[in-house]
């Protein structure tokens, strides 16, 4: 099969009045090769049409490729129960050379952003060795369109608080915010569409107006509109990671800025020019920062157990002691937890990574409870009347004060109730076994007074009791 450019060449020898055999003699070709060329007169390379095997089972084909969704495999099942015996490779090959179950290519396409004119944001999720431990990480970023600055960070989990927290840092870092933010259709920014008709989140709306920006979606499937951000997260995984060991999450994520900082400052080959020289004409084009920057916080309301913590996402906070069962509110901050009685703030912590069951008490509030818990029972007038009543009974007063400490209230009436309800004798003696087997349960030494005292349950009257008889003559 002779070239495009050897026809041509035959064609325009032939046509300066040369021979076919000066033709075939100057190319190196058969004669009948230009022969058949001068006859056709075409220039183009004739398609070399070879019969296929299938050819004559097309139609069938298509029609299984329909009735079996677009499974191959049970369309060569079909195909061989019919008598049509072909391999899975002859069947797909023949199907891509038909244009069967093929969907065409669609060239890609090239965008051009002016400075300030757009950023990117997405996220991907990462296996990353934090304290030694393999850990799933959310790494949010975002670039801007025009000079391919790009800021990074990770997190344990994403969603709209940190998305904000994040998107806050990246606008603050650049300076500015461009005018447009392209995501794709995440939950976390898109309530509900796609696309041109996806639906923002109101808190969200708003957090973009704070800056002066507009999220907008991409269309579904459309992923080279979002290339911007979408190319870099391979180069994340692959550079950032490798070779770096991180302590905790802080210190991956100063890593990551520090990393950041020199990725942009690196030539790029595609664009020939570095990210920061770039930035330089895209900054002032960028929509300008508020005069003050809010902190992002999330508002929860709690309300402070017996033991005096705030419990969020499994982590407990102190509060004064004095603000138990009441209901406060908590807004939980990046990098703080502040805790608030109405319009008073009443506590602040450093946040702790959400879900790790931790405790943080402040000193002041820790010294509140060594007081509390210090603070002896005041004496109460049924211990008084216990202790004189014999050294057995006060001997257990003590025993039971010191097993209960604040909480031997309850105990104590209760011995005096059984003091009041039962003979003297039997109860001290059963008190008396009862400790020298150093046993104080109130319940068990009640059981040995019964059985001493065989169904006598209560005490004597001192008076002498007035006969039947004596009231009637009365």
């Known amino acids: 099969m002779l070239d495009l450019e050897t026809r041509e060449a035959i064609l325009i020898l032939a046509g300066r009045g040369h021979g076919i055999r000066a033709i075939a003699r100057a190319l190196s070709i058969s004669r009948n090769a230009v022969r058949t060329v001068l006859r056709s007169g075409a220039v183009e390379?004739?398609?070399?049409?070879?019969?296929?095997?299938a050819d004559p089972h097309v139609d069938q084909i298509r029609e299984l490729y329909a009735s079996c969704q677009g499974n191959w495999v049970r369309v060569q099942?079909?195909?061989?129960?019919?008598?049509?015996?072909?391999?899975?490779?002859?069947?797909?090959?023949?199907?891509?050379?038909?244009?069967?179950?093929v969907k065409p290519k669609a060239p890609a396409g090239r965008y051009h952003f002016d400075p300030g004119q757009e950023m990117q944001h997405d996220t991907s999720p990462h296996t990353v060795k934090v304290g030694g431990k393999h850990r799933r990480l959310q790494c949010a970023s975002v670039v801007l369109c025009y000079s391919r600055m790009i800021y990074a960070q990770g997190y344990p989990t994403f969603n709209r608080f940190w998305c904000k927290v994040f998107l806050t840092e990246a606008v603050v870092t650049f300076g500015g915010a461009a005018k447009h933010c392209m995501v794709d259709n995440t939950s976390v920014v898109v309530v509900s569409g796609t696309g041109a008709d996806a639906m923002i989140a109101a808190e969200l709306v708003a957090f973009g107006e704070r800056f002066g920006f507009e999220f907008i979606a991409h269309e579904r499937g459309d992923a080279n509109r979002s290339a911007r951000v979408e190319r870099p997260f391979d180069y994340i995984e692959k550079n950032f990671?490798?070779?770096?060991?991180?302590?905790?999450?802080?210190?991956?994520?100063?890593?990551?800025?520090?990393?950041?900082?020199?990725?942009?400052?690196?030539?790029?080959?595609?664009?020939?020019?570095?990210?920061?020289?770039?930035?330089?004409?895209?900054?002032?084009?960028l929509k300008p920062l508020p005069l003050h920057v809010p902190e992002v916080y999330e508002l929860v309301h709690r309300i402070v157990d017996v033991e005096g913590y705030v419990t969020v996402?499994?982590?407990?906070y102190s509060v004064p002691v004095e603000l138990i069962s009441r209901r406060l509110e908590l807004r939980l901050c990046k990098d703080r937890v502040r805790i608030f009685s109405g319009h008073q703030l009443v506590a602040e912590h450093e946040r702790v990574e959400d879900g790790k069951a931790l405790r943080r008490t402040l000193e002041a509030h820790r010294a509140q409870r060594r007081h509390h818990h210090s603070r002896p029972l005041p004496e109460l007038p049924e211990e008084r009347a216990l202790r004189g009543a014999s050294p057995e009974l006060s001997a257990l007063v003590d025993a039971l004060r010191k097993h209960h400490r604040g909480r031997a209230v309850q105990p104590l009436r209760r011995l005096h109730r059984m003091y009041l309800d039962y003979?003297?004798?039997?109860?001290?003696?059963?008190?008396?076994?009862?400790?020298?087997?150093?046993?104080?349960?109130?319940?068990?030494?009640?059981?040995?007074?019964l059985k001493t005292i065989a169904g006598d349950f209560f005490r004597l009257p001192t008076a002498p009791r007035c006969d039947e008889e004596d009231l009637d003559d009365g």
């Open 241 to 285: 990671y490798a070779g770096r060991t991180f302590a905790d999450l802080n210190d991956l994520n100063a890593q990551f800025r520090d990393w950041c900082d020199r990725v942009n400052a690196r030539f790029k080959k595609h664009i020939r020019a570095k990210p920061n020289e770039l930035f330089a004409a895209e900054r002032p084009q």
């Open 423 to 449: 003979p003297t004798g039997p109860l001290v003696a059963a008190i008396k076994t009862a400790l020298d087997y150093g046993l104080i349960d109130l319940g068990r030494i009640e059981k040995m007074v």
């Open 45 to 53: 390379v004739p398609r070399l049409r070879r019969v296929e095997q």
């Open 313 to 316: 996402y499994r982590n407990r």
């Open 77 to 101: 099942e079909e195909l061989a129960a019919a008598g049509v015996a072909l391999s899975y490779s002859t069947l797909t090959g023949f199907c891509r050379r038909h244009g069967i179950g």
